[in-house]
């Protein structure tokens, strides 16, 4: 094998990028769901996103890089990758990483990667906030990540089954997921959905309004991830290079037209353009273009960015119709916003204005380049929802029987920090003495 060879621009690129990425988790991700919650749990949710960092963390560098690119030795290997191949990264040199053509050492790459594990686990937790035991969630983080994060990383882009090898690729064409539409954002989003299905709904939601208790902090965390996601979307390119600039592009453009997108769609809806909104907006378009930010050209862009804002804003309503409770629309901005971008690639993916596409890939439907991709698309994106699901509600369900998942009403309408954490963010609740359960 060839000796590796160092490139330094690369490699500073990737590992600012590595710091930026975990900037989405914490702080940006704590604030965008902390400031949505209401005041008497938001030490909680913040506790959720950096528990999930840890847990996450250290089991990423003791097993997770090995089952996600470990290599095909375990007997599974379209699904998983050899959990002891790399355990507590030992025996890893840099010839065995994806970065290595890129000259980028393989600790970089396993330090990138890490942050995508930790962030995808703490999306969750909008999806659940207000109601679950604080215990079973830390237990959620480690056996969720093993059982479904690190497989479904491994089977798009560790060689596996949604990979161009595995069985659609050979059919069809090699599935896109530049930098983790069905990796993470289904991925977390049809996780969200099935923990909400078994958690129930918030005590007298949907009858009593649950408003965010502070915008400015959801402003400040859509604001952070934004610039975080350029690091997301140009650091999966693994080199400083033309691709890196079109993904970074394309994040830029499709985030500002979703924004608009969504606020318009607010106006007509409800007559206000408002500021969680705009937030949310932002965070839809950053959802729908990571699998796309290198595949499609700046109009591509621009469409997949307003379709995301104004599907995204009526998706989030479903909830009030469907009856689930997802607290802080998980399901409407990350499974919905990620099958729109996964699925959109179908149409627009093309190497017009230095679009990237992998070896095996076809154009889009909308570049002359038929239907081969939309249908690799959109059973990528359907195998990446049914996946997630089921294995995600097995897994609640068996932790739902060990002692319960929610929390009792007395402390959930009581408040969570205090009865649980012993804390409260904001003095003035002190004050406040619940003395029955409505």
């Given at each position: 094998?060839?000796?590796?060879?160092?490139?330094?621009?690369?490699?500073?690129?990737?590992?600012?990028?590595?710091?930026?990425?975990?900037?989405?988790?914490?702080?940006?991700?704590?604030?965008?769901?902390?400031?949505?919650?209401?005041?008497?749990?938001?030490?909680?949710?913040?506790?959720?996103?950096?528990?999930?960092?840890?847990?996450?963390?250290?089991?990423?560098?003791?097993?997770?890089?090995?089952?996600?690119?470990?290599?095909?030795?375990?007997?599974?290997?379209?699904?998983?990758?050899?959990?002891?191949?790399?355990?507590?990264?030992?025996?890893?040199?840099?010839?065995?990483?994806?970065?290595?053509?890129?000259?980028?050492?393989?600790?970089?790459?396993?330090?990138?990667?890490?942050?995508?594990?930790?962030?995808?686990?703490?999306?969750?937790?909008?999806?659940?906030?207000?109601?679950?035991?604080?215990?079973?969630?830390?237990?959620?983080?480690?056996?969720?990540?093993?059982?479904?994060?690190?497989?479904?990383?491994?089977?798009?882009?560790?060689?596996?089954?949604?990979?161009?090898?595995?069985?659609?690729?050979?059919?069809?064409?090699?599935?896109?997921?530049?930098?983790?539409?069905?990796?993470?954002?289904?991925?977390?989003?049809?996780?969200?959905?099935?923990?909400?299905?078994?958690?129930?709904?918030?005590?007298?939601?949907?009858?009593?309004?649950?408003?965010?208790?502070?915008?400015?902090?959801?402003?400040?965390?859509?604001?952070?991830?934004?610039?975080?996601?350029?690091?997301?979307?140009?650091?999966?390119?693994?080199?400083?290079?033309?691709?890196?600039?079109?993904?970074?592009?394309?994040?830029?453009?499709?985030?500002?037209?979703?924004?608009l997108g969504w606020l318009v769609t607010e106006k007509f809806r409800d007559g206000h353009a408002t500021s969680l909104g705009a937030a949310s907006g932002i965070v839809a378009g950053l959802v729908a273009i990571t699998p796309a930010a290198a595949a499609v050209d700046s109009w591509g862009a621009i469409a997949i960015g307003l379709i995301a804002g104004v599907v995204c804003a009526l998706a989030v309503g479903l909830k009030y119709k469907l009856g689930y409770d997802d607290a802080l629309d998980v399901v409407g901005v990350h499974l919905v916003g990620g099958i729109t971008g996964t699925v959109l690639i179908g149409l627009f993916a093309t190497t017009n204005q230095g679009g990237f596409l992998p070896t095996g890939a076809k154009e889009g439907l909308f570049y002359g380049g038929g239907v081969t991709q939309l249908l690799t698309q959109i059973s990528v994106a359907l195998i990446a929802v049914v996946f997630s699901f089921v294995l995600t509600y097995i897994i609640g369900s068996i932790l739902k029987a060990i002692g319960g998942l929610r929390l009792s009403e007395e402390i959930e309408v009581g408040g969570i920090d205090l009865a649980v954490h012993g804390e409260q963010a904001y003095e003035s609740l002190g004050a406040r003495v619940v003395t029955e359960v409505k």
């Open positions: 094998m060839d000796e590796f060879a160092l490139d330094s621009g690369n490699t500073a690129w990737m590992l600012t990028s590595a710091v930026i990425v975990l900037m989405m988790t914490v702080p940006a991700l704590a604030f965008f769901y902390g400031g949505m919650v209401r005041g008497k749990s938001v030490l909680n949710m913040l506790m959720m996103n950096f528990v999930a960092a840890g847990t996450v963390g250290f089991i990423w560098i003791l097993y997770g890089y090995g089952m996600a690119f470990g290599t095909s030795t375990t007997g599974f290997g379209q699904f998983v990758g050899n959990p002891f191949q790399f355990f507590g990264l030992q025996n890893l040199t840099d010839a065995d990483t994806f970065g290595a053509p890129y000259g980028v050492p393989a600790f970089v790459f396993v330090a990138f990667q890490a942050t995508f594990a930790v962030i995808t686990v703490a999306l969750i937790t909008g999806a659940i906030a207000d109601r679950i035991k604080f215990g079973h969630w830390v237990a959620f983080t480690i056996i969720w990540a093993t059982a479904v994060y690190f497989p479904l990383a491994h089977m798009v882009w560790g060689g596996g089954f949604l990979g161009a090898s595995g069985p659609i690729g050979t059919a069809l064409s090699t599935p896109i997921d530049f930098a983790g539409g069905t990796v993470v954002h289904i991925d977390a989003g049809a996780a969200g959905l099935a923990l909400a299905l078994l958690l129930g709904k918030r005590k007298n939601w949907p009858k009593e309004p649950m408003r965010p208790h502070n915008l400015p902090f959801v402003m400040l965390g859509a604001a952070l991830l934004w610039v975080g996601w350029f690091g997301f979307n140009a650091g999966s390119e693994l080199a400083a290079d033309g691709t890196a600039g079109r993904a970074w592009i394309n994040t830029f453009v499709a985030t500002c037209v979703a924004m």
